[in-house]
Structures are given as C-alpha cells and as structure tokens.
C-alpha cells in the first residue's frame, strides 16, 4: 500500500506535534523544518483539524496543536481519515472497475486481507510512539 504525500505530510506534522504535545506551531514553522510547501501544509492542517487530530487558532500568536493526547490517536485512525476508502485496485472501487478477471478473481480477497494487515498495525501505534522530538540547539549554553 503506498500513502498519499498528503498523509506522509500529515503524520510527519503529527510526529513533531507529539513531540511537544503541550506547544502551539506556525504551518510555516513545520513547513521549513520539513522542507514542506507551505500551502501544501495548510491544507493538510485543514484536513487535520476537521479529522478532530488537531486545534487550530487564528491571528497573532495562533497556531496548531494536538487536540487529544498523542497516546491516543493511532497512526491507522490517521490514515483512515486521510486516505478515505480509496481502491487500492481498480476492483476494489464500487463499481467494480473494468476487471475482466471478477467474479472468479482469486488475487481481490488477499489484497483486502493485505490491507486490513497493513491498517490494523498502524492501529496498535500511537503518535505518541512515533514521537519527533525537537533538534537539539546547536549553541549550546555557555558556562559563565
């Protein structure tokens, strides 16, 4: 299963969240630290936000945090919600693609099993688990 950039932006902003749960962040200050486009990181702040994962506040001295504790959003809650119930195969869409191979397909039911594998790991990892810590100052404190 491959993620969206859009969901790769998305949990690399909730692992540095995470990694100061109690702090508020600009999107340009996550867009620099990841090298992220800016509106591109809006945008996914947005979708965040409306999901309920994070807080937002406008206008001077506004931001975005987490608005529930990293220990309990997990990383499948997060793909699901940003990912949707997009076919991971054609025959996977509701109306059945153009597969010539259904009803008799063999391969549709171990892909489906493959991607409840794949959700249900990420639903036992918390985004507290995944935690992005800060860089540590380069300039450290001088003795006096």
């Not at 909730?14 to 591109?40: K, W």
């Not at 529930?68 to 025959?91: D, K, Y």
């Not at 549709?108 to 036992?124: P, Q, S, V």
């Amino acid at each position: 299963m491959r993620l969206t950039s859009f969901t790769d932006f998305a949990l690399r902003a909730l692992m540095r969240l995470a990694g100061e749960p109690d702090r508020s962040f600009a999107t340009s200050e996550i867009a620099t630290e990841f090298g992220i486009s800016r509106n591109h990181l809006a945008k996914v702040v947005r979708d965040l936000a409306d999901a309920g994962f994070i807080a937002t506040q406008r206008g001077a001295g506004g931001g975005f945090s987490l608005a529930r504790p990293p220990q309990a959003i997990t990383l499948g809650e997060v793909v699901r919600a940003l990912e949707g119930s997009g076919a991971l195969v054609e025959c996977f869409r509701d109306d059945g693609g153009d597969c010539v191979l259904l009803p008799r397909c063999r391969l549709k039911a171990r892909l489906a099993a493959a991607r409840e594998a794949f959700l249900r790991e990420l639903d036992g990892t918390t985004l507290a688990e995944c935690a992005y810590l800060p860089a540590p100052s380069r300039h450290p404190a001088r003795a006096s």
